[in-house]
């Protein structure tokens, strides 16, 4: 069982907008930075978005995130065939003192 | 380039021990606070373990707590992680991670870049 909740699978046609939810509480996302990973099939995870919405330098503008309170979101626009993969959220834990994770959502492109 | 490159993976026995190493290059190790994080077949991301610069700071998740214990080289530009009293839950890639953080924000980190991982198979 995950700390932060993602829905296992979401689906959508190309060119379609999809958004993935990750529900988190106060002493991971409520109060620290959320970050996005997405692995493709056999990869390792590679970040998306980190401090909530900000993109890395590389990472297509087609994805964006946001936060409100103890949620956050990945959006992906324009889908397209290689955006299938696995997408994971996290943020850092205070009570861990260290990051917890979604359960991961698998993301099929129709 | 940064890269970070695991080795140490194989089949071990349950009760058995392993130690797995990561060798960075393309950047000052010495300047980042680094990670593991595991996966096992099929299974979600699972934070593991993470040490600071100096290696004055350690933590561990709770599920290898006493079992697994994170160390540094600096000289070497390395991460190790050994692992003992290994069970069949420990099966999983393990990867090492550089950890990131926004320079004035606390509570702000990300985990860029993964190494490819390494598989850990307990199994008799």
């Known amino acids: 069982q995950s700390v932060l909740t993602q829905p296992p699978s979401v689906s959508e046609a190309p060119r379609q907008r999809v958004t993935i939810s990750c529900s988190g509480s106060?002493?991971?996302?409520?109060?620290?930075?959320v970050t996005w990973y997405q692995q493709l099939p056999g990869k390792a995870p590679k970040v998306l978005i980190y401090?909530?919405?900000l993109l890395p330098s590389g990472v297509s503008d087609r994805f964006s995130g946001s936060k409100s309170g103890t949620s956050a979101s990945l959006a992906i626009s324009g889908l397209q065939s290689e955006d299938e993969a696995d997408y994971y959220c996290?943020?850092?834990?205070?009570?861990?003192?260290?990051?917890?994770f979604g359960g991961g959502t698998k993301l099929t492109v129709l | 380039e940064v890269q970070l490159v695991e080795s140490g993976g194989g089949l071990v026995k349950p009760g058995g021990s392993v130690r797995l190493s990561c060798a960075a290059s393309?950047?000052?190790?010495?300047?980042?606070?680094m990670n593991w994080v595991r996966q096992a077949p099929g299974k979600g991301l699972e934070w593991v373990s993470s040490?600071?610069?100096?290696?004055?700071?350690?933590y561990y998740a709770h599920s290898v707590k006493g079992r697994f214990t994170i160390s540094r080289d600096n000289a070497k530009s390395s991460l190790y992680l050994q692992m003992n009293s290994l069970r069949a839950d420990d099966t999983a890639v393990y990867y090492c991670?550089?950890?990131?953080?926004?320079?004035?924000?606390?509570?702000?980190?990300?985990?860029?870049?993964w190494g490819q991982g390494t598989l850990v198979t307990v199994s008799s």
């Open positions: 401090y909530d919405d």
């Open positions: 106060s002493s991971n996302i409520g109060n620290n930075g």
């Open positions: 040490i600071s610069t100096t290696s004055s700071h350690k």
């Open positions: 393309g950047f000052t190790f010495s300047d980042f606070n």
């Open positions: 996290a943020a850092w834990d205070d009570s861990l003192n260290g990051p917890v």
């Open positions: 991670a550089r950890r990131r953080q926004h320079q004035l924000v606390r509570g702000v980190y990300w985990f860029d870049p």
